[in-house]
């Protein structure tokens, strides 16, 4: 999913056809293996904002690079370009 950093969890859970709750569990998981941090949002101080860390960018990055190389072949270079970004 690309929605980039800085988004709420009710967005994410939006985006991912997911209920918040589920939303909220994924995203303790991910942030207690420090994958994300999650943190107040300065503009509305009910909600939090959600950003990756760079053990998470690297574990995406990896995970991208893994995928590539079992399937690429199915895709063109462009494609492939496309999914590391």
């Not at 991910?30 to 941090?37: R, V």
């Given at each position: 999913m690309r929605l980039g950093d800085?988004?709420?969890p009710a967005s994410m859970a939006s985006a991912f056809q997911i209920?918040?709750?589920?939303?909220?569990?994924?995203l303790g998981v991910?942030?207690?293996?420090?994958?994300?941090?999650i943190e107040a949002n300065a503009n509305d101080?009910?909600?939090k904002l959600?950003?990756?860390?760079?053990?998470?960018?690297?574990?995406?990055?990896?995970?991208i690079q893994r995928i590539a190389a079992m399937i690429g072949q199915n895709f063109s270079d462009t494609q492939l370009e496309q999914m590391q970004k």
């Open positions: 800085g988004k709420t209920t918040k709750a589920t939303m909220t569990h994924s991910l942030s207690k293996n420090d994958y994300i941090s101080g009910r909600s959600v950003f990756i860390t760079d053990k998470g960018r690297a574990c995406r990055d990896q995970s």
